[in-house]
């Protein structure tokens, strides 16, 4: 079985660049989520998604993040304009239709903004 | 207060030597779930297992095996026969409540096995 798909799996951009990651969830599975994983912060959650509608943005860092999930196989996060400090490994997760029930993650998106 | 704490920062022992890892976790509710996640140097985000407030037996899968200890508010994780490919990050987690997906991370605990 096909695990959480990420896209690209490294991205290095410019300062004020558009910057958009892409994820794919498991099939079946009705959550999803983004996180962020820096050396000082640790794994921070962004925003969760549940039948694609998102429920909890409150760990999206400031309006130059954005985040859809237009179908049930498809979500992307952008980053406008990008600035050096976003530079992190972005996951996302997904899990079946229950809260507590185990997040799977993808490979990770490595960003670097110069 | 932290929440789950991960007191080794790094270990590092010698190939075929079993190791611990500790996970001390700190909640009020009688319905949590704990997690272990493995991120080798590739970078992925491995999930190795997930147990429930209420399921106190230990697990055993392969050379991995977990204790839990709600006495001590444990959820330990022992590799034996350590190999080289277990060289990676480990990561406990909690999940707090009947129906809440976020997850609290410990800070991690770095595993070097040498050959």
Known sequence: DAGVIQSPRHEVTEMGQEVTLRCKPISGHNSLFWYRQTMMRGLELLIYFNNNVPIDDSGMPEDRFSAKMPNASFSTLKIQPSEPRDSAVYFCASSSDRYTDTQYFGPGTRLTVL | ?115
Not at chain 2, 22 to 47: A, H, I, M, N
Not at chain 2, 100 to 111: E, S, V
């Open chain 2, 1 to 115: 207060a932290q929440k789950v704490t991960q007191a080794q920062t790094e270990i590092s022992v010698v190939e075929k030597e079993d190791v611990t890892l500790d996970c001390v976790y700190e909640t009020r509710d009688t319905t949590y779930y704990l997690f272990w996640y493995k991120q080798p140097p590739s970078g992925e985000l491995v999930f190795l297992i997930r147990r429930n407030s209420f399921d106190e037996q230990n697990e055993i899968s392969g050379r991995y095996s977990w204790n839990f200890q709600k006495s001590t508010s444990s959820f330990n994780f022992t590799i034996t026969a350590s190999q080289v490919v277990d060289s990676a990050v480990y990561f406990c987690a909690l999940s707090e409540g009947d129906s809440n997906y976020q997850l609290i991370w410990g800070a991690g605990t770095k595993l070097i096995i040498k050959p």
